[in-house]
């Protein structure tokens, strides 16, 4: 049974930083590529990082581009979103989830194995 379960969410200041883990179980993590995307409340899903399955490939949003960082611990079958200079704009639940088709997607339809989410608030 696969299972991805993030933690890290939290209440933080505007300008503060977090980071995010997701967790991997039932899967080779090593194979698989991996996603972070999050959800304010009445909007839709939508993407904010990739890493490749090696972890020399990442893509981000625009929005998010040179504040957040995602990166991988193979050994330890985990996914990081270390995110910096927190704008309330990211105020969401964030979920990572395998990317199992077209490499690199940001479409909410090539990931699956969506863990629960953890939320995160930035207040200004």
């Known amino acids: 049974q696969v299972q991805l379960v993030e933690s890290g969410g939290a209440l933080v200041e505007a300008g503060g930083s977090l980071r995010l883990s997701c967790v991997a179980s039932?899967?080779?993590?090593?194979?698989?590529?991996m996603g972070w995307f999050r959800q304010a409340p009445g909007k839709e899903r939508e993407f904010v990082a990739f890493?490749?399955?090696?972890?020399?490939?990442?893509y981000y949003v625009d929005s998010v581009k040179g504040r957040f960082t995602i990166s991988r611990d193979n050994a330890k079958n985990t996914v990081h979103l270390q995110m910096n200079s927190v704008k309330p704009e990211d105020t969401a639940v964030y979920f990572c989830?395998?990317?199992?088709?077209?490499?690199?997607?940001?479409?909410?339809?090539?990931?699956?194995?969506w863990g629960q989410g953890t939320q995160v608030t930035v207040s200004s």
């Open positions: 989830a395998v990317n199992v088709r077209r490499l690199g997607s940001q479409r909410v339809y090539d990931y699956k194995y």
């Open positions: 890493i490749s399955r090696d972890g020399a490939l990442t």
């Open positions: 039932g899967r080779t993590f090593s194979s698989d590529a």
